[in-house]
């Protein structure tokens, strides 16, 4: 310690009897010393400043107080009395000047402004601390409280008026000016609000938040009363309000969260809600204003002015409605939308069954059509829809009346304005607001209910509305309302205008063509909306599935004004809750689930998937797949065949010979003969029968961690399942071998021959199995093992171990499974990059492209052996179905140029997370080739970092990308998309890559203890 803090250790020890030792703390006025005491305990000792007012001090200390008796559970430092009984000693400095000293508490985290990510959870948790706060503050009163000319008091905020020149960009200072003129309107509501005590300073830097990686984040301090004062508490708010929307991706939610959580702690009014937006913008207002008035007194400090930054990309930016925003932070209190929302439903209710017929007939007995993502196949591309699709959508439910559903996703909003983001996996607006009613073209509509037009556009925009009417209505009280009327003739933009009378049940408007109707099949889009603030004419149809408080709100169920229930017209999709209780039901618990919130995916387009709500995700994860979800040509291929026969081996079919002349085209001459089964794993099993019958050996070598299927004899050679905590160990028969992961393995990248001492760990084990009597049978390994953690083997590895086996008299077994059929972008199998000629070579699951389906290619040779006089059948395995899906999944690998895209996408996303490593020190290695990457995920000390694996894989499942994990110790990004996967989509894998491991920081890994060496606080001691 210095001289200073020296100082304050003994004055420390003689007044609080407290021996420590002090580090110094930032302070802009005041000296702040973190005490880490000889007792265990970290408190903050603060010396005030010569001059410091006691009654500012003691305001603190009294709040604390205060706090701490009426509300104990909240996050606020304790003040501990010295040693005399005082929370304030005078204490002489180094000079001899007395000095007000007091001792707090220490708490624990980092400040909000350092925590990543700033989730909605953590901000509702914000919101309630906060709303707590100001609920115990009530009865705390103080004569320091009234602070006249306080410039941080957002009641007094109007001074920055008299200083806005000092603004000198001319833009930026209308900006202000704006809000202070919204500032100047609203001042007379909040002056006549009650005030209170209240915390003031609820900024990014007064707020602490405690835990790592994937621990729920809480507040666990709420620091520095210094800015106390005596406000409506929708000032506290509107201050807090301010910081949390700053540099957030979506700051409306952020706002929403944060009023959401203080209103269930400390209830609110409607009037103090729609004072939340002007009084947020107006304390940015002041914070910039002050900051370059100090930056005018003080030239030389860059900071003053760069804290202005945040705030000027909040002010200058076009991504929040403000004209909505009352309404989002209502809705997300339970409270109405507008001043008389309930009025208005009370109304529509209480007259459902006596408005004016839409149609000449009775919509009761039209029935429901769903175009949901789960009950629809509409569109075939959910991110293009062309005009003669569009024109048939719903064709399967007749062309009579129907209706479709109020609340329901789909995806037939596929154009770029939907999305709420550069990405097709970006959030996307989904969820039908209004209930569609389909009929002819040229069917005319009436009104329910009289009103006036409120605007008539003609909108011709590709799948637009086309016509489209919207009428202003009121109840008796005088509350106003509104309906749309989209998909229109657009004749009547020509005949109606703005302010025309529309009476009850006069026709006013007819169904249009697609000619006319923005290019759908003719039909009504009926929308209902309490207010058009932030929408005016340009009504959003559908909604985010994540914003439904607020759009359910604003646009609720239009049913009663069609004189139809409810219940009838509202869509519910199948609650994910529902399904996986009843999964953990009727299903083993050892059925894994991926993330720890699982998504429910019930349609696929390429390499993009969606949920029940239609929220898009990027498959970045799934091989199987391998040309793509629900390629149309191979739906066609299996509604053909099966339209006409699926039988099996036993039979002749073309299909047969077809698919297996396709697969041995891509392979050496040497293979010759094709066995069809239904999966990797049978596909396997029969490898090694194939195996044993040509050598009468039973002996198998594999490498550790390798993965082989499910059945008895792959889980066998699979030490990934057998040496598991509980599972069978490994087989008498079975002698496993290091993988050849040149990174983490016993010879690195730095050894020349790093590949022959990895093959000759093969001799021992072959003489091991000799010794026992099994003999060699075969030598079995994923080409690039997988599970292992997508391990690239040193060149000359696999050729060196092959040769070493057919010395020894083994069969060589290439499982392919993972890496064949062009993934690996310059070669179409692995063990053309070994430069290696196996014996055997297994495919599965992708081969299929998801249709079950497995193949096991060998020699003329090793077939003939397997040709005991014993059939080999499958009933399923080399049916009709399966080999036409088969052959079309190569075909469409050449036709489409997918193994060509795979190099070009896998260099472009491997440089991309190379140049990642660059900047992230948890990246320890990217390895791969083309869409077989593994990205091997550290701990500051090299170790394997299993934690921050797990916490990348589920951010980024939060970023809308799915991805694997794999590894002995799980800490191995394991990314093998589809093949179809484009620049876009890499792009947008690299963007949030960079974003989630900018959360982790320097995360270091808890201590674990050997029981050899007990680290401190290890619960064994």
């Keep these: 310690m210095n001289g200073t803090e020296d100082h304050w250790a003994k004055a420390l020890r003689s007044h609080w009897g407290l021996d420590a030792r002090l580090t110094r703390l930032d302070g802009e006025y005041d000296l702040n010393f973190l005490v880490h005491a000889k007792n265990g305990q970290d408190y903050v000792l603060k010396v005030m400043r010569v001059d410091c007012q006691p009654e500012l001090v003691d305001l603190q200390i009294k709040a604390l107080d205060h706090l701490a008796t009426s509300a104990p559970g909240l996050p606020f430092p304790k003040v501990f009395p010295s040693l005399d009984g005082l929370e304030l000693p005078s204490i002489g400095d180094e000079q001899g000047q007395p000095r007000l000293v007091w001792l707090l508490e220490y708490l624990s985290g980092r400040c909000y402004a350092d925590a990543k990510p700033k989730t909605t959870d953590l901000i509702l948790k914000l919101g309630r601390v906060l709303g707590a706060t100001d609920r115990a503050l009530e009865q705390f009163s103080h004569n320091g409280l009234n602070r006249s000319d306080f410039k941080w008091d957002l009641v007094q905020a109007s001074w920055i008026r008299r200083k806005l020149d000092i603004?000198?960009?001319?833009?930026?200072?209308?900006?202000?000016?704006?809000?202070?003129?919204?500032?100047?309107?609203?001042?007379?509501?909040?002056?006549?609000?009650?005030?209170?005590?209240?915390?003031?300073?609820?900024?990014?830097?007064?707020?602490?938040?405690?835990?790592?990686?994937?621990?729920?984040?809480?507040?666990?301090?709420?620091?520095?009363?210094?800015?106390?004062?005596?406000?409506?508490?929708?000032?506290?708010?509107?201050?807090?309000?301010?910081?949390?929307?700053?540099?957030?991706?979506?700051?409306?939610?952020?706002?929403?969260?944060?009023?959401?959580?203080?209103?269930?702690?400390?209830?609110?009014?409607?009037?103090?809600?729609?004072?939340?937006?002007?009084?947020?913008?107006?304390?940015?207002?002041?914070?910039?204003?002050?900051?370059?008035?100090?930056?005018?007194?003080?030239?030389?400090?860059?900071?003053?002015?760069?804290?202005?930054?945040?705030?000027?990309?909040?002010?200058?930016?076009?991504?929040?409605?403000?004209?909505?925003?009352?309404?989002?932070?209502?809705?997300?209190?339970?409270?109405?939308?507008?001043?008389?929302?309930?009025?208005?439903?009370?109304?529509?209710?209480?007259?459902?069954?006596?408005?004016?017929?839409?149609?000449?007939?009775?919509?009761?007995?039209?029935?429901?059509?769903?175009?949901?993502?789960?009950?629809?196949?509409?569109p075939q591309n959910p991110f293009h829809m062309p005009l003669d699709e569009a024109a048939r959508v719903g064709e399967e439910f007749?062309?009579?009346?129907?209706?479709?559903?109020?609340?329901?996703?789909?995806?037939?909003?596929?154009?770029?304005?939907?999305?709420?983001?550069?990405?097709?996996?970006?959030?996307?607006?989904?969820?039908?607001?209004?209930?569609?009613?389909?009929a002819p073209a040229g069917t005319v509509l009436h009104a329910p209910v009289s009103g006036r037009v409120e605007a008539v556009e003609n909108r011709t925009a590709h799948l637009d509305y086309g016509g489209v009417v919207i009428l202003h209505h009121e109840t008796p009280e005088g509350d106003p309302?509104?309906?749309?009327?989209?998909?229109?003739?657009?004749?009547?933009?020509?005949?109606?205008?703005?302010?025309?009378?529309?009476?009850q049940g006069a026709a006013f408007a007819r169904l249009g063509n697609p000619s006319q109707n923005g290019g759908w099949a003719p039909h009504v889009h009926f929308q209902l909306a309490l207010t058009t603030d932030g929408m005016q004419t340009d009504w959003p149809g559908v909604g985010d599935?994540?914003?439904?408080?607020?759009?359910?709100?604003?646009?609720?169920?239009?049913?009663?004004?069609?004189?139809?229930?409810?219940?009838?017209?509202?869509?519910?999709?199948?609650?994910?809750?529902?399904?996986?209780?009843?999964?953990?039901?009727?299903?083993?618990?050892?059925?894994?689930?991926?993330?720890?919130?699982?998504?429910?995916?019930?349609r696929g387009w390429k390499h993009h998937l969606f949920d029940e709500w239609g929220r898009p995700y990027l498959d970045a994860y799934n091989n199987v797949p391998h040309v793509g979800h629900a390629h149309p040509r191979i739906q066609l291929v299996a509604a053909d065949q099966l339209k006409r026969m699926n039988s099996n081996t036993r039979y002749l079919h073309p299909a047969q010979?077809?698919?297996?002349?396709?697969?041995?085209?891509?392979?050496?001459?040497?293979?010759?003969?094709?066995?069809?089964?239904?999966?990797?794993?049978?596909?396997?099993?029969?490898?090694?029968?194939?195996?044993?019958?040509?050598?009468?050996?039973?002996?198998?070598?594999?490498?550790?961690?390798?993965?082989?299927?499910?059945?008895?004899?792959?889980?066998?050679?699979?030490?990934?399942?057998?040496?598991?905590?509980?599972?069978?160990?490994?087989?008498?028969w079975v002698e496993l071998v290091e993988v050849a992961d040149d990174y983490r393995g016993s010879f690195r990248r730095d050894d020349p021959v790093r590949a022959a001492k990895f093959a000759d760990l093969v001799d021992p084990a072959i003489a091991s199995l000799k010794q026992k009597g099994h003999g060699l049978s075969a030598f079995i390994a994923e080409t690039f093992p997988s599970v292992g953690g997508q391990i690239i083997p040193p060149s000359g590895y696999l050729s060196a171990v092959y040769e070493k086996v057919r010395v020894a008299g083994g069969v060589c077994i290439a499982d392919e499974v993972?890496?064949?059929?062009?993934?690996?972008?310059?070669?179409?199998?692995?063990?053309?990059?070994?430069?290696?000629?196996?014996?055997?070579?297994?495919?599965?699951?992708?081969?299929?492209?998801?249709?079950?389906?497995?193949?096991?290619?060998?020699?003329?040779?090793?077939?003939?052996?397997?040709?005991?006089?014993?059939?080999?059948?499958?009933?399923?395995?080399?049916?009709?179905?399966?080999?036409?899906?088969?052959?079309?999944?190569?075909?469409?690998?050449?036709?489409?140029?997918?193994?060509?895209?795979?190099?070009?996408?896998?260099?472009?996303?491997?440089?991309?997370?190379?140049?990642?490593?660059?900047?992230?020190?948890?990246?320890?290695?990217?390895?791969?080739?083309?869409?077989?990457?593994?990205?091997?995920?550290v701990n500051l000390d090299g170790t394997e970092g299993t934690e921050i694996c797990g916490y990348v894989k589920n951010r980024m499942r939060d970023h809308r990308i799915l991805i694997g994990s794999e590894g002995p110790k799980d800490n191995i990004l394991k990314i093998r998309p589809p093949l179809t996967i484009g620049a876009e989509d890499v792009d947008m894998i690299l963007w949030a890559m960079r974003n989630v491991l900018s959360e982790i920081g320097d995360y270091v890994p808890a201590a674990t203890c050997d029981h050899d060496h007990h680290h401190a606080g290890c619960s064994c001691c």
């Design 167 to 378: 603004i000198t960009n001319a833009d930026r200072r209308e900006i202000l000016q704006d809000i202070v003129r919204d500032f100047t309107r609203i001042s007379g509501q909040l002056n006549r609000l009650p005030k209170q005590a209240i915390h003031n300073d609820a900024n990014d830097y007064n707020i602490l938040v405690q835990g790592e990686l994937s621990e729920r984040r809480s507040v666990s301090g709420l620091i520095d009363l210094g800015d106390m004062c005596a406000a409506p508490r929708v000032c506290e708010l509107a201050i807090a309000g301010a910081y949390v929307v700053l540099d957030h991706p979506k700051p409306e939610r952020a706002l929403a969260s944060l009023v959401q959580g203080y209103h269930a702690a400390n209830r609110l009014c409607a009037e103090e809600i729609d004072l939340v937006w002007p009084l947020l913008r107006m304390r940015l207002a002041v914070s910039i204003v002050n900051s370059t008035l100090m930056a005018a007194e003080h030239p030389d400090d860059p900071y003053v002015t760069i804290s202005q930054a945040p705030a000027w990309r909040f002010l200058e930016s076009d991504n929040v409605n403000e004209g909505l925003m009352s309404a989002r932070l209502r809705a997300a209190c339970g409270l109405p939308v507008v001043d008389g929302a309930e009025r208005i439903l009370a109304y529509l209710n209480a007259h459902r069954g006596h408005f004016a017929k839409m149609f000449e007939v009775d919509l009761n007995e039209a029935p429901m059509g769903s175009l949901s993502v789960e009950n629809s196949t509409w």
């Design 398 to 438: 007749g062309e009579g009346f129907w209706l479709g559903y109020y609340n329901e996703p789909r995806l037939i909003y596929t154009e770029p304005g939907f999305r709420k983001g550069p990405w097709k996996a970006s959030d996307r607006r989904t969820v039908h607001l209004a209930v569609d009613v389909f």
């Design 481 to 503: 309302f509104y309906t749309l009327y989209g998909h229109l003739d657009s004749e009547a933009c020509a005949r109606l205008k703005p302010g025309d009378p529309v009476a």
């Design 545 to 602: 599935p994540d914003e439904l408080d607020l759009w359910h709100a604003v646009c609720p169920n239009p049913a009663a004004l069609l004189n139809l229930s409810d219940e009838k017209v509202f869509y519910r999709p199948t609650d994910k809750l529902s399904v996986l209780q009843n999964r953990q039901a009727h299903f083993g618990g050892n059925l894994s689930l991926t993330y720890d919130d699982p998504v429910m995916l019930v």
């Design 657 to 732: 010979t077809a698919f297996a002349e396709k697969l041995l085209s891509k392979l050496p001459d040497q293979f010759e003969v094709c066995y069809f089964v239904n999966s990797g794993s049978e596909a396997n099993e029969l490898a090694l029968r194939l195996a044993r019958a040509h050598t009468g050996a039973k002996g198998i070598v594999t490498p550790d961690h390798g993965y082989h299927g499910n059945t008895n004899a792959a889980v066998a050679i699979s030490a990934y399942k057998f040496n598991k905590p509980r599972g069978v160990g490994k087989a008498n």
């Design 818 to 937: 993972q890496t064949g059929l062009g993934r690996l972008g310059e070669f179409y199998f692995g063990f053309e990059h070994q430069q290696a000629l196996p014996d055997v070579v297994v495919m599965g699951k992708p081969i299929g492209n998801g249709h079950p389906l497995g193949v096991v290619v060998t020699t003329r040779e090793i077939a003939e052996s397997f040709d005991n006089g014993i059939e080999f059948f499958s009933t399923f395995g080399g049916s009709t179905l399966s080999c036409r899906i088969g052959k079309e999944v190569l075909d469409i690998v050449d036709d489409e140029g997918l193994q060509e895209n795979a190099s070009l996408m896998g260099a472009r996303l491997k440089d991309g997370l190379i140049n990642l490593q660059d900047g992230f020190s948890q990246i320890g290695d990217v390895r791969g080739m083309g869409l077989f990457l593994g990205v091997e995920l």
